[in-house]
């Protein structure tokens, strides 16, 4: 909470809210929406296509596995031709909200540039889930089952277990709402503590590592649905609230201009 | 630090402290014989105990009407599905 | 507030008026407390739905359990619980080194509840009853598990409160986020209340 005990003054780091740099807000929407692209992507192509939403059971043989993966071969290549596409648009929604964190800090601002380091490397791990994948489709009837059962875990692994970083943006965003000393905040505060709810949530998916079976396995109750409807639903929530953030940032750059406008 | 002992929290926390001593000392299932009856009363004590904690420690007593409506929807939420469940076999 | 008699002021807030009705913290810190609740309410719920499908089975592996550490460490939460409400009422007094004593024996408390938690889990460990056990035992660690890592998260905060509060005056905001934090170590300590009852009495007799 220490970084959080900032005073409500401003100091002689503020500068004017004139001077603000404007936002282009009609970029900013779109990378908004690609947060929203991401997740329609992630349900047509990994429910309807793929059909693997929830994952095969860590329970099941290699040889079904490697049946599951030969059924839908095809299903498998255009999913993921198009989650390809889908999960890359995690870099451009996560940086809609790093533009807003850039406003809400003052001075040398760390965590945009710490945020911004991280949402590069983090879009890499949604990209291997759908490579993989594509990767296991294109000879299945060639691999070897057992081969075929470790490259399916691997999947989810790579899915489930690389949690960190993505709770870690959460706690950015989290310290830059509540840490924000603008007149009027760029996000509500409320929106600081739903990520803080939201990281602490996905949590529990380290579990994955232990159980083949039960609500904390990969396709369970807890580290599957709970944490898919979590970190997707955080992506929804995050993309309205920088949508209505362009609002506001239009109508504080309408405003300028008309005071510019009267004054000239 | 006489003060900190002579308030409604300490009293809350003394009851709260003497319930949970007292069913521990009164057997694992409070002495009740019955696996079913003694699982419902010890679910229903906590409750109680939750809602001790919502009002006095969290304040939810002098806060705006809505909160402690909410906390004790939710409550009653929880107590019907823990209870149900742990009954229907 | 501050001028009330802090031996009268229980009273006084017993019969609160609508006009001083005020939330604790903020309301985004409740939005927090909320979706935590539900999470957890999620997790009880899945520990009954096993539980109902092998009912033996758990109760055999419940048995297991030494239900005297589970009562201690419920007494170490209570009372940190109780430590952190009257830390609270001391800053609001403007009693800061009261409060941050408050608040460093609450964190006190929960490292003895972190300790109580290992030797019971080191135990049952040596005993042969790991995660990989049973579900019983799988609940056992993963429940008690995300709890702890509220515990270790809220003592953080605890002791970032106790820094605060021994720095002179509060600033508005300091208040609040005092109560906040001190909303959340609540949360820790219900959950507690709850997860007790579950794991370690519900089903014997």
Redesign the interface.
Same mark, same amino acid.
């Given at each position: 909470m220490a970084v959080l005990e900032t005073t409500d003054e401003p100091s002689r780091l503020d500068p004017p809210v004139d001077d603000v740099k404007p936002i282009n807000t009609r970029v900013v929407r779109l990378m908004a929406w690609s947060g929203v692209a991401l997740v329609i992507s992630l349900v047509v192509a990994q429910g309807l296509l793929m059909r693997f939403v929830p994952p095969p059971s860590p329970a099941m043989s290699a040889q079904e596995i490697a049946d599951l993966y030969i059924d839908r071969k095809l299903a498998i290549r255009v999913g993921t031709l198009i989650e390809c596409i889908g999960f890359t648009f995690y870099l451009t929604f996560s940086m809609s909200i790093v533009v807003f964190m850039r406003r809400m800090e003052r001075g040398m601002p760390v965590l945009t540039y710490t945020s911004m380091a991280n949402n590069g490397g983090g879009y890499v791990f949604f990209l291997l889930m759908p490579i993989t994948w594509a990767a296991l489709a294109f000879r299945p009837e060639t691999l070897d089952p057992a081969l075929m059962q470790i490259a399916n875990d691997y999947v989810w692994f790579v899915f489930i277990l690389s949690w960190p970083p993505f709770a870690l943006f959460m706690v950015y965003v989290a310290l830059a709402v509540l840490g924000d000393r603008n007149p009027t905040p760029v996000f509500p505060r409320w929106v600081g503590f739903f990520n803080l709810w939201t990281a602490v949530l996905i949590i529990p998916a380290g579990l994955v590592e232990f159980y083949t079976a039960g609500p904390f396995a990969y396709d369970g109750e807890l580290s599957f649905w709970f944490v898919w409807f979590v970190f997707f639903g955080w992506i929804m929530v995050m993309s309205g609230v920088t949508l209505r953030a362009c609002k506001a940032e239009e109508e504080r750059q309408a405003a300028v201009a008309g005071r510019d406008g009267a004054a000239a | *630090?006489t /003060? =900190?002992l002579?308030? &409604?929290?300490?009293a809350?926390?003394a009851a @709260?402290?003497g319930v949970?001593?007292l069913s521990?000392a009164m057997g !694992?299932?409070m002495g %009740? !014989?019955?696996?079913e009856t +003694?699982?419902v009363v %010890? =679910?229903l004590? !906590? @409750?109680v105990?939750?809602r001790f904690? @919502?009002s006095?420690?969290? /304040?939810? &007593?002098?806060?705006? =009407?809505w =909160?402690g409506r +909410?906390t004790d929807a939710?409550l009653a +939420? @929880?107590g019907i *599905? *823990?209870i149900s &469940?742990?009954l %229907?076999? | 507030m501050t001028a009330v008699d802090v031996r009268t002021a229980p009273d006084t807030a017993g019969q609160p008026e609508r006009h001083r009705r005020k939330i604790p913290g903020e309301v985004g810190i409740w939005m927090f407390i909320g979706g935590d609740m539900i999470s957890f309410s999620f997790l009880f719920f899945l520990f009954l739905h096993y539980r109902a499908n092998d009912t033996a089975g758990f109760t055999a592996s419940q048995a297991h359990l030494d239900q005297n550490l589970g009562l201690l460490n419920t007494l170490l939460m209570l009372t940190s619980s109780w430590l952190v409400a009257s830390g609270v009422r001391f800053a609001a007094r403007q009693r800061g080194d009261l409060a941050a004593r408050c608040f460093l024996g609450a964190v006190g408390c929960a490292a003895a509840f972190a300790v109580v938690k290992a030797v019971e889990w080191g135990g049952k460990v040596a005993d042969g009853h790991t995660m990989s056990s049973d579900e019983f035992f799988m609940f056992y660690y993963c429940c008690a598990g995300i709890h702890m890592i509220h515990v270790v998260i809220g003592s953080g905060v605890l002791l970032s409160m106790a820094a605060t509060v021994r720095r002179s005056k509060l600033a508005g905001n300091e208040q609040r986020n005092i109560e906040s934090g001190a909303t959340f170590w609540h949360l820790v300590d219900l959950l507690w209340i709850v997860l007790f009852a579950l794991l370690y009495l519900v089903g014997q007799s």
């Open positions: - | *630090m /003060e =900190l002579q308030t &409604r929290t300490t809350v926390w @709260l402290a949970t001593v521990w !694992s299932g %009740i !014989s019955d696996v +003694a699982g %010890i =679910l004590i !906590s @409750l105990k939750v904690v @919502l006095d420690f969290m /304040e939810v &007593r002098t806060a705006p =009407l =909160l +909410a939710w +939420a @929880l *599905m *823990m &469940r742990f %229907i076999g | -």
